[in-house]
């Protein structure tokens, strides 16, 4: 049976931080309720258009999904089952933040089945929290990660943040040492965006903008200091024992991400809930963003959906033209493209062979120059039949990636 993924969205976070531009907002608990509800109500629908799928992992993300109670996630995850055929071996994962969580919800979250969990914690430094607007403490951090360790949970994520204004490298180092000192099974470690419609591109645009020029940033780590960070946080990490598997992804043997490694790998996804996004018979589509349209009902049919990608297969009618902005259904030239950016995010990088067997010609056929420009570069790798990127090509990612956008 194929392998399906699901992601659900849950948008509330107590505040919103200086820096968030993910679709997420404050709620009162009545609205919270009723987004469950309609929740449970899109499971309902949407599973029958996945009946030939097997579930190989859930994840919750937000928003804060830890700000729903121990029922609600449990009711969430008995429809889930109910609807979909979940594997015995699912890794089921909850985003959490500090300050929501209580033994108790725990305890409820692992008897629902979550068998991981995701703590933001940004920073160990008080100071930076405040500065990035962040609710909690590095000690309640510490509290909560006792208590998720006391409830048996024993695949914890801890997601980090790099570059924040301010930050000097040895700043950085000791937010990594900080989490080391406890021993997650995963670390993320991300450097600050700063995005557009948030109070953080107010403050730091035009910071951001010295910065790509070249010039010295006011508040901002400089370009080199952001390099720096990045190349300590490869040598720590490696040093406490994590294996980098994904450009900013860290994981003790064995503990890698299941779920984004389907994401990376193009495993089909079904999102559901506010604004989730979903990747199925090669279409992408998505939820409507507004909550009150939501909340009235209004998110996708899939079964509807999946017969005007099937019309649209078998006429190759608005095969990768973006006609309805709801669906976007690439075409070869655009998932090779998808294909490459995605896996080359990854270590292990991409395999030959499922290139060709996915496209029926071999990633020279297509990308022979870039190829082998980027070795010359010393930024790509072949190896036993994969292509990847070395250290060099993971520093200049951005760079090397966008190489494998095709002209149309
Ligand atoms: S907790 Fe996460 S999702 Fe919520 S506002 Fe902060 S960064 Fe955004």
Known sequence: MRELELYVHIPFCVRKCDYCDFLSMPAAENVRRHYVDKLIAEIRQNASACYDYQISSIFFGGGTPSMLSGVQIAEIMRELRQNFKVRQTAEITLECNPGTLTGQKLALYKTAG??????????????????IGRIHTFEEFLESFDLARKAGFSNINVDVMSALPGQSTKDWLYTLKKVTELRPEHISAYSLMIEEGTPF??????DELR???????????????ERRMYELTREFLTDQGYVRYEISNYAKPG??????????????????GLGSSSYLEQARFSNTRSLQEYLEGKWND?????KVVKGRKETSASVGKREEPDIFLPDKRRQMEEYMFLGL???????RKTFQKLFGVEPEGVYGEKLHKLQQQGLL???????????????VSNYVLCEFLLEV
């Open 211 to 225: 910065r790509q020029r070249g010039e010295a940033p006011r508040d901002l780590p400089s370009e080199e200091v």
């Open 302 to 306: 899939v079964s509807e959906i999946l």
């Open 201 to 206: 591109y107010e403050r730091f645009a035009e």
């Open 345 to 351: 995010r990854m270590t292990v990088g991409i395999a």
């Open 114 to 131: 979550i068998n991981r969990l995701s703590l933001g914690l940004q920073s160990a430094d008080n100071r930076e929290l405040q500065r």
């Open 381 to 395: 790798k072949q190896s036993e039949g994969r292509i990847f990127l070395t250290e060099e090509g993971i520093s």
């Open 255 to 272: 503990r890698e991400c299941r779920h984004n490694i389907g994401y990376w790998q193009l495993i089909p996804y079904l999102g559901l």
